[in-house]
């Protein structure tokens, strides 16, 4: 491949950058599963990039998370010592990129929209609300030496914001100038699947989508992500905001002799009357056409009226940020969401969306997408598109989502020893609702199980829960402390920084247990080698709550795939075990046992689980400890 891959080969690494590059130079489609060993990210740069040599095109790098930017970069780096490759990474406003948000903190929960516009307002400089000066500091003597910067070092995303740092200037903007320069150039989701940002991203890089090659890394995440970014939802707490704006606004006008409040305090009573009539459980179906029907008969108007109303609260709210904009604020407007909101749910169709309604402490209006395809348009408009993960398949069942019909496909084995990583499965327990809650002692067999197993061998150790609420449940019942070592738990909401704290604290205390959920953060793209950890225990399967929501989700994936409950349960429920028990290997030298505690492991294809009767013989006999 012309140097191209900087590593001597391993087993099927030759073969799968041949695959990648002759994909991208044919202008196809290709999905692939690799597993752990297989180099998924220098592997695909190497075809990738071999593709593009001499055309032109740039590839673009698609990661979850922002942790992920800084593998792309030092991938490209060992590219560089045998060809020149020049690399950077983008990434949203956030403390990171923009110094203005680290020192206000009334900046830091900004959404991506309401930081793009405030950041807009400041650029010019003139106005109200002042300027910035980190953007002003942009120069073309500044702006060539970023490019030299990335040209000769190749930085990841923290390197390159400490060196704009030190020259005073804006990382956000300043990477905005070098992207015309580099070859790759990585990026999280939303830049190439959120189409108010990808018409600014493509800007950016001055290039058009037929001229990129689009790689997709832990790709079995994309069809959710699209599925929530194409969901729209509305709460009573979010109405509640909007009523106390519009009054501190003087109730603004919204035509046909309405106010804001009025159209507040319906959709208020909509969600009231949705939830004593739909109701039954966490979330219900509601009609199609209900929140429309209802909004028309209630403000007394027709479809058009209707819509001339909710512009009218656009306009309003939008004046509201325009206002809080030139204080230099936030500019935020709950009104100008809320319309946002109305006009989005009237453009869904029942085809592409059903309508729900949830109760609980904060109950919500939601209009959740079904259909990921057209969000996916992307991948089938550029030039070409690699989607990968280690825990992809069924590979048809993700081509059928993204609308990829006729996607090159296929699997490669990891390289490393079979033999070093075991998984089990025990056929007395199971986490089914109605079994967790019986009385025939399903519970206690579990958590004696849990204790048992842990407790057998003094080697770290995960234990991931199918939910938060399963997890919370057993640690209320005193788990940590019958456990007896140094215990560390992922609670949900818990900030980034804190999680990662905690990790690290795991990481560095040897024999520790760090208690999780499977399908959380810690579960994927966390590396944990040597002897980090070294045993799993999964508590159950993680199979969604039953729910209006995935009931509808079976429904279209059975009416348009035939195959309902395995495309929204089963595969998405395998997926997240494979990647928590992707934890324990992560090196040819690492060794790892996982411990399945749920009798239906048995009927799921992928997981490759052994039956054992007595798990805390096996792990120890793994471990060569001695009974």
Same mark, same amino acid.
């Given at each position: 491949?012309?140097?191209?891959?900087?590593?001597?080969?391993?087993?099927?690494?030759?073969?799968?950058?041949?695959?990648?590059?002759?994909?991208?130079?044919?202008?196809?489609?290709?999905?692939?599963?690799?597993?752990?060993?297989?180099?998924?990210?220098?592997?695909?740069?190497?075809?990738?990039?071999?593709?593009?040599?001499?055309?032109?095109?740039?590839?673009?790098?698609?990661?979850?998370?922002?942790?992920?930017?800084?593998?792309?970069?030092?991938?490209?780096?060992? %590219?560089?010592?045998?060809?020149?490759?020049?690399?950077?990474?983008? *990434?949203?406003?956030?403390?990171?990129?923009?110094?203005?948000?680290?020192?206000?903190?009334?900046?830091?929960?900004?959404?991506?929209?309401?930081?793009?516009?405030? @950041?807009?307002?400041?650029?010019?400089?003139?106005?109200?609300? &002042?300027?910035?000066? $980190?953007?002003?500091?942009?120069?073309?003597?500044?702006?060539?030496?970023?490019?030299?910067?990335?040209?000769?070092?190749?930085?990841?995303?923290?390197?390159?914001?400490?060196?704009?740092?030190?020259?005073?200037?804006?990382?956000?903007?300043?990477?905005?100038?070098?992207?015309?320069?580099?070859?790759?150039? +990585?990026?999280?989701?939303?830049?190439?699947?959120?189409? !108010?940002?990808?018409?600014?991203?493509?800007?950016?890089?001055?290039? +058009?989508?037929?001229?990129?090659?689009?790689?997709?890394?832990?790709?079995?995440? #994309?069809?959710?992500?699209?599925?929530?970014?194409?969901?729209?939802?509305?709460? !009573?707490?979010?109405?509640?905001?909007?009523?106390?704006?519009?009054?501190?606004?003087?109730?603004?006008?919204?035509?046909?002799?309405?106010?804001?409040?009025?159209?507040?305090?319906?959709?208020?009573?909509?969600?009231?009357?949705?939830?004593?009539?739909?109701?039954?459980?966490?979330?219900?179906?509601?009609?199609?056409?209900?929140?429309?029907?209802?909004?028309?008969?209630?403000?007394?108007?027709?479809?058009?009226?209707?819509?001339?109303?909710?512009?009218?609260?656009?306009?309003?709210?939008?004046?509201?940020?325009?206002?809080?904009?030139?204080?230099?604020?936030?500019?935020?407007?709950?009104? $100008?969401?809320?319309?946002?909101?109305?006009? $989005?749910?009237?453009?869904?169709?029942?085809?592409?969306?059903?309508?729900?309604?949830?109760?609980?402490?904060?109950?919500?209006?939601?209009?959740? @997408?079904?259909?990921?395809?057209?969000?996916?348009?992307?991948?089938? %408009?550029?030039?070409?598109?690699?989607?990968?993960?280690?825990?992809?398949?069924?590979? *048809?069942? $993700?081509? =059928?989502?993204?609308? #990829?019909?006729?996607?090159?496909?296929?699997?490669?084995?990891?390289?490393?020893?079979?033999?070093?990583?075991?998984?089990?499965?025990?056929?007395?327990?199971?986490? =089914?609702?109605?079994?967790?809650?019986?009385?025939?002692?399903?519970?206690?067999? #579990?958590? /004696?199980?849990?204790?048992?197993?842990?407790?057998?061998?003094?080697?770290?150790?995960?234990?991931?829960?199918?939910?938060?609420?399963?997890? *919370?449940?057993?640690?209320?019942? &005193?788990?940590?402390?019958?456990?007896? /070592?140094?215990?560390?738990?992922?609670?949900?909401?818990?900030?980034?920084?804190?999680?990662?704290?905690?990790?690290?604290?795991? /990481? @560095?205390?040897?024999?520790?247990?760090?208690?999780?959920?499977?399908? &959380?953060?810690?579960?994927?793209?966390?590396?944990?080698?040597?002897?980090?950890?070294?045993?799993?225990?999964?508590?159950? %399967?993680?199979?969604?709550?039953?729910?209006?929501?995935?009931?509808?989700? %079976?429904?279209? @994936? *059975?009416? !348009?795939?035939?195959? &309902?409950?395995?495309?929204?349960?089963?595969?998405?429920?395998?997926?997240?075990?494979?990647?928590?028990?992707?934890?324990?290997?992560?090196?040819?030298?690492?060794?790892?046992?996982?411990?399945?505690?749920?009798?239906?492991?048995?009927?799921?294809?992928?997981?490759?689980?052994?039956?054992?009767?007595?798990?805390?013989?096996?792990?120890?006999?793994?471990?060569?400890?001695?009974?």
């Amino acid at each position: 491949m012309n140097g191209y891959f900087p590593y001597p080969y391993r087993p099927c690494q030759e073969a799968m950058v041949a695959f990648i590059r002759n994909a991208a130079i044919l202008g196809r489609n290709a999905v692939l599963e690799s597993g752990t060993g297989t180099g998924k990210t220098a592997v695909s740069l190497a075809g990738a990039l071999s593709a593009a040599a001499g055309t032109g095109r740039k590839v673009v790098y698609l990661t979850r998370t922002k942790s992920q930017h800084r593998q792309v970069a030092i991938e490209c780096r060992a %590219i560089s010592a045998n060809i020149p490759v020049v690399s950077a990474a983008v *990434q949203g406003r956030g403390t990171s990129t923009c110094p203005l948000m680290r020192e206000d903190r009334d900046l830091q929960d900004g959404s991506p929209e309401e930081l793009s516009k405030l @950041c807009s307002e400041l650029k010019k400089g003139d106005g109200s609300a &002042g300027g910035c000066p $980190y953007y002003q500091a942009i120069t073309a003597e500044s702006v060539e030496s970023c490019i030299s910067f990335i040209r000769s070092s190749g930085p990841d995303p923290e390197e390159f914001r400490d060196y704009c740092q030190a020259l005073g200037v804006c990382p956000y903007e300043a990477v905005k100038k070098v992207l015309p320069y580099a070859d790759v150039v +990585s990026a999280s989701y939303a830049f190439m699947f959120d189409p !108010r940002i990808r018409s600014r991203f493509l800007g950016w890089m001055g290039v +058009s989508e037929k001229d990129i090659i689009i790689i997709v890394d832990e790709a079995h995440n #994309l069809p959710s992500y699209l599925r929530e970014s194409e969901t729209a939802k509305f709460t !009573r707490h979010a109405l509640d905001l909007a009523l106390s704006e519009a009054r501190r606004s003087g109730d603004p006008d919204v035509g046909h002799g309405l106010h804001a409040s009025d159209v507040i305090n319906a959709v208020s009573d909509i969600l009231e009357e949705a939830q004593k009539e739909y109701l039954r459980r966490e979330n219900d179906l509601i009609p199609p056409g209900y929140m429309e029907e209802t909004l028309m008969t209630v403000l007394g108007m027709n479809s058009l009226g209707l819509k001339e109303v909710l512009a009218g609260l656009y306009d309003a709210g939008s004046r509201i940020a325009e206002e809080r904009k030139s204080r230099r604020k936030l500019p935020r407007s709950h009104l $100008y969401t809320l319309a946002r909101f109305l006009l $989005y749910w009237m453009e869904c169709t029942d085809g592409s969306h059903v309508f729900l309604v949830s109760g609980g402490d904060n109950p919500a209006l939601e209009a959740y @997408c079904l259909d990921p395809s057209d969000a996916a348009t992307p991948l089938r %408009i550029c030039r070409s598109s690699i989607s990968m993960s280690g825990t992809l398949a069924p590979l *048809q069942d $993700y081509c =059928k989502d993204m609308g #990829l019909w006729e996607a090159d496909t296929e699997e490669f084995p990891s390289p490393f020893n079979p033999d070093n990583r075991r998984t089990l499965y025990v056929a007395d327990v199971s986490t =089914k609702y109605a079994e967790l809650n019986s009385d025939d002692g399903t519970y206690e067999r #579990l958590r /004696r199980y849990i204790i048992d197993i842990v407790n057998s061998v003094k080697v770290s150790t995960a234990v991931f829960f199918p939910s938060y609420a399963v997890m *919370q449940r057993f640690l209320e019942d &005193g788990l940590a402390e019958a456990l007896g /070592r140094t215990v560390f738990v992922e609670e949900p909401g818990i900030g980034n920084t804190e999680l990662m704290d905690r990790v690290m604290a795991f /990481r @560095c205390t040897a024999g520790s247990v760090l208690i999780c959920v499977c399908g &959380g953060r810690i579960s994927e793209g966390l590396d944990f080698p040597g002897k980090e950890m070294e045993l799993a225990v999964l508590v159950g %399967i993680p199979f969604g709550r039953p729910s209006a929501r995935q009931d509808a989700l %079976i429904s279209y @994936c *059975q009416a !348009r795939f035939a195959d &309902g409950w395995g495309m929204a349960v089963r595969a998405p429920a395998v997926r997240k075990m494979r990647q928590s028990i992707g934890r324990l290997i992560r090196s040819e030298n690492d060794r790892g046992i996982a411990v399945i505690l749920d009798r239906r492991a048995c009927t799921l294809d992928g997981l490759e689980a052994e039956l054992t009767t007595d798990p805390v013989s096996e792990v120890k006999a793994f471990f060569g400890v001695q009974e």
